[in-house]
């Protein structure tokens, strides 16, 4: 991400605005954010998605950003991308640059395009099926699975049933899974060295794995849906007047079409507005539905379960 910023839009930028743009980078999301928090980042504004845009929210850390000053926001911005579940309040507190998703890859020369999440329940599969190994996204997957609400979990109108239901087909699946990969790295590697024939993964891994050759590798959003994330610019608190201008003049710029087509093109995530190309439409994660393929988390009910599920997420990864 930040080699497709630096060179496609921080460059461009300072070069037409004469505005200098410092980067500082962190080890991972939660560090960022806790030294954000605890007032020990010189920081403007910040890269960030949908846990962090919802925490910083709620910890009153990013400032409400005023949409009628980024005109490319108001004209540009694919509507499902806009005001998120993730995004809590009325007001506007992070501004979307690109979106990805939690969708499924597959070895194509061992299923014939599978098109449900079905696959991954599947027997036939056997010891070849790689799952995301964090509880919530074990919940909300098999959740749309199962054709329910994955930020509303029922059935027969009962929590406790539905959420029974969803923990009772995660462990079943467990039966045929060979690993829950938890990173990036972890899950390119079970799917290139073929451990893996289908499982979660995300788009753009998935394509990067590709583009390095692995070409029996393919990638859907299934027919349920899949999780869909936003990549988003949020202000911190207490800027000046000065530098609110001038942020909201880069989030302006970069929304642009000449500058967000080859921004995300070289990302390899689809642009969060309807600017496109040949590149774009064949990214894994491109939605031709314009975002209303996807299907994006309420941190907040997230957060309310979370603990519950990651206590019952372990019983059921080691049992």
């Not at 980067?23 to 605890?38: C, F, M, N, T, W």
């Not at 910890?59 to 499902?80: F, M």
């Not at 995004?87 to 061992?110: C, F, I, L, S």
Request: hydrophobic share 35%; net charge negative; proline share 5%.
């Amino acid at each position: 991400m930040l080699d497709a910023l630096k060179s496609e839009a921080f460059t461009k930028f300072q070069d037409e605005f004469g505005v200098e743009v410092k980067v500082s980078l962190r080890s991972s999301q939660q560090s960022g954010y806790a030294k954000i928090k605890a007032g020990q980042a010189n920081v403007d504004f910040t890269s960030v998605p949908p846990f962090t845009l919802f925490n910083g929210t709620k910890d009153d850390l990013w400032a409400p950003i005023d949409t009628s000053k980024i005109p490319n926001y108001e004209s540009n911005v694919l509507d499902p991308l806009k005001n998120p579940a993730f995004d809590p309040g009325e007001e506007t507190h992070g501004v979307p640059h690109a979106y990805g998703t939690v969708g499924m890859a597959y070895n194509k020369n061992e299923l014939d395009n599978p098109t449900s999440w079905g696959a991954t329940w599947d027997s036939a599969n056997e010891g070849k099926v790689a799952m995301e190994g964090f509880g919530f996204i074990r919940v909300f997957t098999t959740a749309l699975y199962l054709g329910m609400d994955p930020n509303d979990i029922k059935l027969d109108g009962s929590y406790e049933k539905g959420i029974e239901k969803i923990w009772e087909t995660v462990q079943e699946q467990q039966d045929l899974v060979v690993t829950n990969w938890t990173s990036g790295d972890e899950q390119a590697r079970l799917f290139s060295s073929k451990d893996a024939w289908v499982g979660e993964a995300w788009g753009n891994v998935i394509y990067g794995a590709v583009q390095d050759g692995n070409d029996h590798l393919s990638y859907t959003i299934p027919e349920e849906g899949a999780y869909g994330y936003t990549q988003n610019h949020a202000l911190v608190k207490g800027l000046s007047e000065k530098k609110t201008k001038t942020v909201y003049e880069f989030i302006n710029f970069l929304l642009r079409d000449d500058i967000l087509q080859p921004v995300t093109e070289k990302l390899g995530l689809p642009p969060a507005t309807d600017v496109t190309s040949e590149s774009i439409k064949n990214l894994y994660d491109y939605d031709p539905k314009g975002g209303e393929g996807l299907k994006f988390p309420d941190v907040g009910y997230i957060n309310e379960h979370n603990d519950e599920w990651s206590q019952k997420w372990e019983s059921v990864r080691t049992s």
